[in-house]
């Protein structure tokens, strides 16, 4: 074990006595090198063929950048290279996504001001992602919490107000008595807050929402158009939560069912505890039992009602009539119907739903069943017989006739709540003036600056600390003149985040969020890279708040990002990276020891970028020898000799892998390429010609740019290296690796396939069946499969 893990250093002597590759160096001069000639920095005017690489900006925490940062970003930066290296006008940008709670929590506990916090942590984020060497165009770096940047989101806000899409209602939300803030049901795990294990309550607060409602059937629809990880699209699916079925009449209460085929088998109504018919169903002798199940519904959170197994209620006493048997049903009150969803009023039907049965058993209500086993209706008058499909359709038409029933889409998605009761967030433009109403704050008045107050500590009041300053609270009505009072929440951090890519390209623009002309260019989106846990609110947000200024007139597409892919997560030896834990990478370490050109290969090496990998110690060092190898290669290159037939012809091969692997974000695979490659060019150590290892730097350049930049100048060039294009692989080079190989199957020859001379066993057989012709012999999994190399593949089915 010893000497195996001694020779995982980079102070290995026998590799550093063959190389005088000094990463440290090396990585300096480049970096100096990229900002004097301004390498990196995109003309955003001038672009011919502008392509839009954007990676998830970070939240810049007191802990500097995590090595999943990192991961993410590198993943970005190869893509981005390399479509440089395809000719293309890259723009890689990065920014700071600072406001927001965590910020606020953290300042908080350490005692210090978010003011003076975030700064320091972007300057260390800053530092470490330049040193990463990242592409990135630091000329257009933006930070949310900046009054250049948040002038704009504040604008953002006015545009829904304009538009009749940002609202004030009052609304039951989750309330951490310990934060003392509202959470998201997502923020709520098992009735308690996710961030600091509280006992969550319900709380009614008069809130700013957005009517991303409206829009979810577009939201829905346009999915299918974008070219995104399918896991995304489905849970965005998900979310959005779209259901056909009714509305019906049960005299005066409405209920939403995704099953009128069922309402013969109706024995009940329950209504959400909240509804506003519950006082005029309830009967004397019920009244006390009902109100003190409302107020006992009243003090716990949503996210358990609507997760708790255990159902209970109580009897209104009230009765009302199926409309479709004309009897009279009795009315129920239960928690686990909720106001938020449909109408706040369901039809039970406990033989075909099984929280109604859990409900019905528990309290001795009747079950009538239906729908036969076969999928047709019975017991449901003249509509027996019917599919289930049918009945639907049937019975809502027939109630329709009687004006009882509606046909109706409704979507799980609600209207998203964007007031926030803390300090560190864009104050929200609104005031509100005793003469004139809710005033919005005229455009040409913004930024509305967020105040530097001290004590900006939330308290149980429910109001923002804002509010406890009356220099910022008092103000004259925009309109008017009188005094008026500033409204206190701040915005959602998802806000910020919901327009940060069209701000990018127009960075330095005090005259407007985003200039046409540069937005027009710039934008769709190219590709966008991140994370899975945003692939449900903050694409959703984007994607809503692009719709909103499409539909304004402001931007001229209405999805902001064409593509998406989601990376993977790394592990590190084979568990989870926690701070508890102590086994964070801490990307400075590895990067002081092993060079960030190492290091970026490395984490590329893992594994499937959009799976992620396991972070291994060891593993680090085989990807720092083949660096060393390539150095050495170049040092030791000859231009003399005419190169030999079969490495061109590996070499070619290369290309081509990872000219397909690097678009597709297969870096292991090209890395893995790119190393056995290295394998042909010095087998049995002989001197590389200069031409089977130009184009290996190249090659190499998205992943070790450093490296690549070095190389690529100690072979003559004086261009960047990422301005040299891609290298091309030659057709005929690479058919003269390949031969023709036989394909029996069960003994009788069925055709042959052209492969690689090397090819594996398992390649040949995919390969062979992906010819129809040979495929439809072979019926079902090969039993044996023979390979005789360079002539014959025997597959026994
Ligand atoms: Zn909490
Ligand atoms: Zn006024």
């Known amino acids: 074990m010893s000497s195996a ?41 001038g672009a011919a063929d502008p392509y839009y690489a954007l990676m998830m900006f970070p939240y810049p925490s007191a802990e500097g950048l995590h090595v999943g940062n990192l991961f993410a970003f590198t993943g970005n930066d190869i893509f981005a290279r390399f479509q440089r290296m395809q000719d293309l006008d890259v723009f890689e940008p990065i920014g700071y996504d600072a406001f927001g709670i965590h910020s606020e929590n953290y300042a908080l506990k350490v005692g210090v001001h978010p003011a003076e916090m975030i700064p320091r942590n972007i300057a260390n984020f800053r530092r470490q992602l330049v040193r990463a060497g990242l592409m990135v165009d630091w000329t ?18 006015l545009q829904l107000y304009k538009e009749g899409l940002a609202y004030k209602k009052t609304a039951a939300v989750n309330w951490c008595p310990n934060d003392k803030t509202v959470l998201a049901n997502e923020q709520v795990i098992g009735g308690e807050c996710e961030r600091c294990g509280a006992q969550v309550e319900q709380r009614f607060l008069e809130q700013w929402f957005f009517a991303i409602s409206k829009f979810a059937g577009r939201l829905l629809d346009n999915l299918d ?48 505890p909240e509804h506003p018919l519950v006082d005029a169903h309830t009967t004397d002798a019920q009244r006390e039992a009902v109100n003190a199940y409302r107020e006992r519904t009243a003090r716990r959170d949503l996210v358990s009602r609507k997760t708790s197994k255990e159902k209970t209620g109580v009897a209104t006493g009230g009765f009302v009539t199926n409309p479709a048997t004309g009897e009279q049903i009795p009315v129920w009150v239960s928690d686990y119907v909720l106001m938020e969803y449909g109408t706040g009023a369901i039809m039970a039907v406990p033989a075909h739903d099984e929280r109604d049965l859990e409900f019905a058993h528990g309290f001795e209500l009747p079950v009538k069943k239906v729908v036969h086993e076969n999928e047709t209706l019975i017991e449901s008058g003249p509509f027996n017989g019917l599919t289930v499909e049918e009945g639907k359709h049937a019975i809502v038409a027939a109630l329709q006739k009687q004006g009882k029933a509606e046909p109706i889409t409704n979507y799980r998605l609600h209207d998203w709540c964007i007031s926030r009761q803390r300090y560190w967030g864009p104050p929200i433009p609104i005031v509100y003036c005793d003469q004139c109403g809710v005033v919005p704050v005229p455009e040409d008045q913004l930024p509305v600056l967020l105040p530097h107050i001290d004590d900006f500590k939330p308290d149980d009041s429910g109001v923002s600390p804002l509010a406890r300053h009356d220099e910022w609270y008092r103000v004259p009505c925009p309109t008017c003149g009188a005094m008026a009072r500033r409204e206190t929440d701040v915005s959602d951090t998802f806000l910020d985040s919901a327009w940060y890519f069209l701000r990018y390209p127009s960075v330095g623009d005090d005259a407007a969020p985003f200039d046409p002309a540069i937005t027009k260019k710039w934008l769709p989106v190219d590709s966008y890279i991140g994370g899975n846990e945003h692939a449900v609110l903050h694409l959703l947000y984007s994607r809503f708040i ?23 997560l790394i592990i590190r030896e084979g568990s989870k990276m926690s701070k508890s834990r102590g086994n964070v990478v801490n990307p400075d370490e590895y990067i002081d020891t092993w060079g960030a ?16 990998g396991d972070f291994r110690d060891k593993g680090i060092s085989g990807v720092r020898r083949f660096l060393d190898r390539l150095w050495v290669s170049v040092r030791d290159a000859d231009p003399a000799v005419t190169p030999e037939p079969d490495v061109m012809r590996k070499l070619h091969a290369t290309i081509r892998k990872v000219g397909e692997d690097v678009p597709r974000l297969s870096y292991n695979t090209a890395i893995a390429a790119m190393m056995e490659y290295m394998n042909t060019l010095r087998a049995s150590e002989r001197t590389p010609r200069r031409a089977e290892v130009e184009p290996l730097v190249q090659l190499v350049a998205p992943f070790a740019p450093h490296l690549a930049e070095e190389l690529w100048q100690q072979l003559g060039h004086d261009k960047s290296i990422f301005d040299s294009g891609w290298p091309a692989f030659d057709p005929a080079l690479l058919a003269e690796d390949e031969i023709t190989l036989m394909v029996q199957v069960n003994g009788k020859t069925r055709g042959s396939v052209r492969v690689a001379r090397d ?22 999994t090969p039993k044996k499969v023979i390979l005789v190399p360079g002539r014959l593949l025997s597959i026994v089915v």
């Open 225 to 272: 158009t974008l070219d995104w990880s399918d896991t995304t699209k489905t849970a965005q699916r998900n979310w959005i939560g779209k259901s056909a079925g009714a509305e019906i009449w049960f005299d005066d209460i409405k209920v939403f069912t995704t099953r009128a085929d069922t309402i013969f088998g109706a024995t009940y109504v329950v209504l959400a």
């Open 5 to 45: 893990d001694s020779a995982a250093t980079p102070h290995d002597p026998a590799t550093r006595e063959a190389s005088t590759y000094d990463p440290a160096a090396v990585e300096a001069k480049w970096r100096a090198r990229w900002e004097e000639r301004g390498t990196n920095v995109t003309d955003i005017a």
């Open 546 to 568: 692009t719709m909103v200024l499409h539909d304004a007139g402001l931007l001229d597409f209405e999805e902001p990002f064409t593509k998406f892919r989601a990376h993977g």
């Open 759 to 780: 090819v594996t066993q398992d390649a040949a057989v995919e390969r062979a069946t992906a010819d129809p012709g040979i495929a439809k012999f072979v019926t079902g």
């Open 597 to 612: 050109d190492s290091f970026r290969t490395y984490l590329m090496f893992l594994g499937p970028f959009e799976e992620g």
């Open 140 to 157: 257009r770096e933006l930070s949310t919490t900046d009054p250049a940047y948040y002038k704009w989101t504040q604008w953002v806000f």
